[in-house]
């Protein structure tokens, strides 16, 4: 399951957002590998569709897509050196897909800044300071290794990988981020399992007053390099704390469209490129996450690991289609129901039957 972590300096509101977000837990039933413990939440993926193909299907089950939000405390100046939780927590987030990455914007005296004042554009740095401060230490340790069994001449074909990683180290010794770095072809080959927290893909939290989250206009205080979006953890924790219902009618007081959460979540699925395609039927309406470019076999492979192997085709109509044509035999008897080969490069909200033999 895709997997982000939280990040953020002391006192920015961090574990209010989270707790938030684990209001939307889902039922960890439906879902292999979902996991029980204090700061993980795994949260619904918000998709109207699903409602609507239910309706349509008169399902029993409804499952939505899902991301895994870890609460990662303890990043404070000098983590990589071992201060606060420093390297534990390091290690906690090198293996997450994507980071949150959340900062304070809002002002208010009674809540402690750990710098003594509210300057969003210092304090990204700071720790994404520490990030890079973490990735140099282990991209030292390859530069090292990868040195040593060059001069030993036991592996001649090191060379992409050698420089890939002296371009790390040079970037990262400057502070900045290891996404900076641009490698030919090769170089990208010799080192694309290793897991940088300065590559991955961040999306910035501004936590700003309430007064700003409502006012639709903002300008980033981060500058244009940092996809960032403005929300006030205040009214997210307040939201997710009602009952739909009147959350609804909050939202439309407030005149947001939806709420900052349901912002956030999309925001990572659309970062991380993911799309969803659809099954819907009498026992259950499910939505799938995809990588987008998935072709129809190893988006089967997700229901089961078998599909994949045993592949025949996939019937296809898209969601516009089945709502349009009022459902499978409709949008059958319109021309629309396509059948697809093991070639057919999936779209978002494909509405999908796999056939698979064996
Ligand atoms: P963390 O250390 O980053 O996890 O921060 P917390 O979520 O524990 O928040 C620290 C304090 O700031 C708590 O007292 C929160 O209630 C408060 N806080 C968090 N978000 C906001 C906000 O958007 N506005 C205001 N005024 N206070 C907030």
């Known amino acids: 399951m895709l997997n982000v972590g939280i990040v953020g300096l002391p006192n920015v509101g961090k574990s209010t957002l989270f707790t938030a977000l684990t209001k939307k837990q889902v039922d960890c039933a439906n879902f292999p590998f979902c996991t029980i413990e204090p700061n993980v939440g795994v949260v619904e993926v918000p998709d109207e569709r699903i409602a609507v193909l239910s309706e349509m299907s008169h399902t029993q089950k409804r499952v939505p897509a899902a991301i895994e939000f870890v609460d990662i405390a303890g990043l404070v100046k000098g983590a990589h050196k071992g201060e606060g939780l420093g390297n534990k927590f390091l290690a906690n987030i090198r293996e997450c897909d994507m980071i949150v990455h959340v900062v304070r914007e809002f002002v208010n005296n009674d809540i402690v800044h750990v710098d003594g004042s509210v300057d ?100 980033s205080p981060l500058g244009a390099g940092r996809l960032a979006i403005p929300i006030s953890v205040q009214i997210e924790a307040e939201l997710a704390g009602m009952p739909p219902e009147d959350a609804k009618m909050m939202l439309g007081e407030l005149g947001m469209k939806e709420s900052g959460l349901d912002t956030v979540i999309r925001k990572c699925y659309e970062l991380l490129n993911l799309i969803t395609y659809l099954t819907t039927g009498e026992k259950e309406t499910r939505a799938w996450t995809i990588h987008r470019g998935m072709k129809a076999p190893q988006a089967a492979g997700v229901i089961h690991t078998d599909f994949e192997k045993n592949f025949i085709r996939a019937e296809v109509i898209s969601y516009d289609d089945f709502v349009k044509f009022g459902g499978e035999s409709g949008a059958r008897d319109n021309g629309k129901l396509r059948v697809e080969g093991k070639e057919y490069v999936m779209q978002d909200g494909d509405v999908c039957n796999f056939r698979i033999g064996g």
């Open 120 to 219: 969003p554009a210092r304090d990204v740095e700071v720790i994404e300071l520490e990030l890079a401060m973490a990735d140099l230490g282990m991209v030292e340790k390859m530069h090292d290794t990868v040195t040593s069994k060059m001069k030993a001449g036991k592996a001649p074909d090191l060379a992409a990988q050698a420089s890939a990683i002296t371009k790390w180290k040079d970037a990262l010794t400057a502070g900045k981020m290891a996404n900076t770095v641009e490698f030919t072809d090769e170089e990208r080959d010799a080192v694309r399992g290793v897991q940088l927290l300065t590559n991955k893909p961040i999306l910035y939290i501004v936590n700003v007053n309430e007064e700003t989250a409502t006012k639709g206009t903002w300008v």
